[in-house]
């Protein structure tokens, strides 16, 4: 059973960092996407990043704060993200989904086939 567990967030001050990692499990991702995405209060879920054989992709919103990355070996994504904002409270979730798909696709939810159960990010101001 291929499972995603996410793990790091918490509670920031506005300015500060966290680093979430995102453990997979079951079988080997290495050949799939691997994307965040989050989810605040009453909105609908959207994309933050993914990580493929050709290189990484942001949202726009957070584009140049954070920073997404793998490590095969341990089969782990990473998302580092810097001068956190309030807006960025939301809860995070780790996403796989075929390598075949690109561009465009790689913001969908439904691009994704497997995801973790979240982890909560609170920014304070």
């Known amino acids: 059973q291929a499972q995603l567990v996410e793990s790091g967030g918490g509670l920031v001050q506005a300015g500060g960092s966290l680093r979430l990692s995102c453990a997979a499990s079951g079988r080997t991702f290495s050949s799939y996407n691997m994307g965040w995405f989050r989810q605040a209060p009453g909105k609908e879920r959207e994309f933050v990043a993914a990580?493929?054989?050709?290189?990484?992709y942001y949202a726009d919103s957070v584009k140049g704060r954070f920073t997404i990355s793998r490590d095969s070996a341990k089969n782990t994504v990473y998302l580092q993200m810097n001068s956190l904002k309030p807006e960025d409270t939301a809860v995070y979730y780790c996403?796989?989904?075929?390598?075949?798909?690109?561009?465009?696709?790689?913001?969908?939810?439904?691009?994704?086939?497997?995801w973790g159960q979240g982890t909560q990010v609170t920014v304070s101001s």
């Open positions: 996403a796989a989904g075929p390598g075949s798909r690109s561009g465009y696709l790689l913001s969908r939810v439904a691009s994704y086939d497997y």
């Open positions: 990580t493929t054989w050709s290189g990484a």
